[in-house]
């Protein structure tokens, strides 16, 4: 067996805080192990740091003799990529660490992996496949393990946030069999104070605070008090010089307001808290109060759209069902409302939440008093307590099955000779170029590629290029070798090998390093590839798809895009129109997009004339992506309606882009006595956004004036988020225009200098 990192050794005795044994064993010269130390400090700030995402790059391909150690590093950074939304790294890692996990990996080290990737899975929204690594974990947890009480108490707690800690009357502890009684105690406390406040068992609860408050035991003291006034008020009390916390203060006031059916109170109440409820605690009833409004007002569509954001961010819980139910009521789909509140029941009898039940359906003010009573008696079969179920025309759904150039909706000239020449590039070998601005379609069109080409039937894969670092990308596209680093056990094919005679899509290809376009140029001329680590290269046959919405002639310019690897991807371009280029499709597009939502328990909804020509005459920035979004919303939050109107429509989306639209032009002015970050005017356009060169010019001008800037304070002032930032500051910098100081080796100090 390979020799273990003393770092592992120390971190598994459990004697010191993670950040305390690196600290103590941290070789800086080691790229791996002085990433690792970074990550402590990095985690806590708020912004990515652009520099340590190369760094932790360097240290995945640098690798480190102990595989245990690299598989910690990378379910640790996952957890960093989760916080920054770094969805497509965290995958990419969480696949290099799945070859890691074959061998040579403690059994303890494995148990963490599969609980970062059941905490991914959950990031995701796939609820079962979390569960399942949940239980994957918790089979391989050996409990003489110091630290195994965290992962125990993960999984536990996961239970208890899902009421399901107690099942037919009885708690599910057997977990924690087997841990010092202490230990155990304590683990078992706190899960069943959580799993009470779930379900609404607030005098077990409170009990078993009281038995806490008796023993001392002090690692709960921290949150007990909050267990506490969440259990209160769960109780029914909402007396707010009851709580001492002002959270539970505001709580029971959000709560009083509602009973008093002083709704606007309450929501703004429930504005002021809701950064506090994430996806930890979704299911805590205050997390439901705004769907009890929306209900309260009869509005089902927007319920179920903020219902389905829930289930999206936190997952699915049995509750739900009651407000499942309530908009099928509101929409007389009784027969439906009759499945949800007998799914409902069952679930609450099995895992003891009537009492939850009987809390949420006082707020349930909408509801009438037969179907209240009917649900605390336990909802039987018979549905005569509802009336008539509705008699709805049974209609088929409509299901897209259009493959090749179908795909492509509508009939305008400009989508007409797009798809003349889908047909015509998908059955050459060479590499096609999609163009076109965010939203208008490019993936849509290479899948149109790949169904009328030659081998439609073979693997379609896409990948973001502009979501992943060189290192990682290089990794997903070429594979590698087994042994090219630490951690790949065994050889990995990358996409163009693993696409056969399929098709990849590049998306955002214009965000490609210079070093990778060398190594692209490659591929196109030879069709061959060279896997990470190996020194032979591999034919390859798949047909390549490029996709940018960056302009390449101007990026060659600029000397940011290789030429020859412009002119070798440019010689069967497919430029994409924006929508505001093809208004004739729109009415098509609409249509296509409503009949994709329908069940097959309504007719086809259709729109007015009138809100038509509103929708044609909107310039649609977003092109069809903005287009497909509106009408869903659309969709969704005008259920019982056949013919949608323009009172229908939210065009506040809408009017915010037009807004901008009417602003002026910013002419930057060359004076330096004229300063542009005092003028109010151009403060109100940067707060608005515009173009990029606008953007660029107007940096230049603020560097000239100021001399030195951080990137903080650029985003301040133009608006833009960290990503946008990084770019334009490095456009100055790769010109000569600025410098980048570093005075301390924290990057929180960095600034940038005009050269002069």
């Not at 960093?80 to 990996?105: F, M, P, R």
């Amino acid at each position: 067996m390979e020799k273990i990192s003393p770092i592992v050794l120390e971190f598994l005795s459990a004697k010191d805080p993670f950040g305390v044994v690196l600290r103590k064993y941290c070789n800086e010269e080691h790229a791996l192990e002085y990433a690792f130390l970074q990550l402590v400090t990095e985690s806590e700030r708020k912004e990515v740091n652009q520099d340590f995402l190369l760094a932790i790059d360097k240290a995945i391909l640098v690798g480190h003799s102990d595989v245990n150690l690299f598989l910690l590093f990378i379910c640790q950074v996952t957890n960093y990529y989760h916080k920054h939304n770094q969805i497509e790294k965290a995958k990419a890692l969480l696949l290099i660490a799945s070859s890691v996990t074959d061998k040579g990996v403690l059994p303890f080290i494995k148990a963490i992996y599969f609980n970062h990737m059941a905490m991914h899975k959950r990031y995701l929204g796939e609820i079962a496949e979390c569960e399942a690594y949940m239980n994957q974990c918790i089979s391989l947890v050996d409990k003489t393990e110091p630290r195994a009480r965290v992962l125990i108490q993960n999984y536990m707690t996961n239970l208890a946030f899902n009421g399901q800690l107690k099942e037919n009357g009885e708690y599910k502890l057997e977990e924690l069999n087997g841990l010092p009684s202490a230990l155990l105690q304590s683990i078992a406390t706190q899960v069943k104070i959580i799993n009470c406040i779930i379900t609404g068992n607030y005098a077990e609860g409170l009990e078993l605070i009281q038995d806490v408050k008796k023993n001392n035991q002090s690692e709960l003291d921290a949150s007990i008090n909050t267990f506490g006034d969440l259990l209160k008020i769960s109780s029914g009390d909402f007396d707010e010089s009851n709580y001492a916390a002002k959270d539970g203060q505001l709580i029971a006031n959000a709560f009083l307001h509602f009973s008093n059916e002083r709704y606007d109170d309450a929501m703004k109440i429930c504005e002021l808290l809701k950064d506090k409820f994430e996806i930890t605690n979704m299911n805590l009833s205050f997390g439901y109060l705004p769907l009890h409004y929306q209900l309260c007002q009869k509005k089902s569509g927007i319920t179920r759209l903020l219902l389905q954001e829930k289930i999206k961010k936190g997952g699915g819980f049995y509750i739900d069902d009651l407000f499942f139910g309530r908009i099928q009521l509101l929409e007389n789909d009784e027969e439906g409302a009759n499945e949800s509140f007998k799914r409902l029941i069952e679930n609450v009898t099995r895992y003891d939440a009537m009492k939850r039940l009987e809390f949420e359906l006082q707020f349930a003010k909408e509801m009438k008093l037969p179907v209240i009573l009917r649900l605390l008696n336990g909802w039987k079969e018979d549905a005569s307590a509802l009336g008539k179920k509705k008699k709805t025309e049974k209609i088929q759904k409509v299901v897209s099955d259009e493959k090749g150039v179908n795909r492509l909706i509508g009939n305008s000239p400009a989508i007409n000779q797009v798809k003349e020449l889908v047909a015509k590039y998908a059955v050459l070998k060479s590499p096609v170029l999609i163009t076109g601005e965010t939203g208008t379609g490019k993936e849509l069109v290479s899948r149109a590629l790949h169904d009328e080409g030659t081998y439609p039937s073979e693997p379609f894969l896409a990948i973001n290029c502009g979501a992943l670092t060189d290192n990682l990308l290089q990794s997903e596209l070429f594979g590698y070798e087994a042994g090219a680093f630490t951690g790949a056990l065994k050889q990995r094919k990358g996409i163009f090998e693993a696409a056969g005679k399929g098709t990849v899509f590049l998306d955002e290809f214009g965000e490609i390093s210079p070093k990778l376009q060398v190594s692209f140029l490659r591929v196109l001329e030879a069709n061959e590839i060279r896997m990470i680590g190996s020194t032979t290269t591999r034919q390859i046959e798949c047909k390549i798809v490029i996709a940018t919405n960056v302009d390449l002639h101007e990026a060659v310019i600029a000397k940011k895009f290789r030429e020859d690897l412009f002119f070798r991807i440019s010689r069967f371009e497919i430029k994409l129109p924006a929508l505001k280029n093809r208004k004739e499709d729109i009415s098509e597009l609409i249509s296509h997009f409503l009949s994709t939502n329908s069940s097959n328990q309504e007719k086809q909804k259709s729109v007015s004339k009138e809100l038509l020509n509103s929708l044609i005459a909107y310039h649609w920035p977003g092109n069809i992506r903005e287009l497909k979004n509106e009408i869903e919303r659309l969709y969704i939050l005008n259920p019982g309606k056949e013919i949608l109107n323009t009172e229908d429509f939210d065009f506040s989306h809408l009017q915010k882009v037009e807004e901008m639209k009417q602003v002026p032009p910013i002419n930057i002015p060359v004076s330096k006595s004229e300063s542009v970050v005092r003028d109010e005017a151009v403060l109100k356009i940067i707060n608005s956004g515009f173009r990029v060169d606008r953007r660029i010019e107007l940096l230049k001008e603020l560097f000239r004036e100021h001399k030195k800037l951080t990137r903080s304070q650029l985003m301040k002032i133009t608006n833009v988020g960290p990503t946008t930032a990084t770019k334009d500051l490095q456009t100055l910098v790769n010109a000569g225009f600025i410098v980048r100081r570093s005075p301390t080796k924290s990057s929180s100090t960095d600034y940038f200098e005009f050269v002069s």
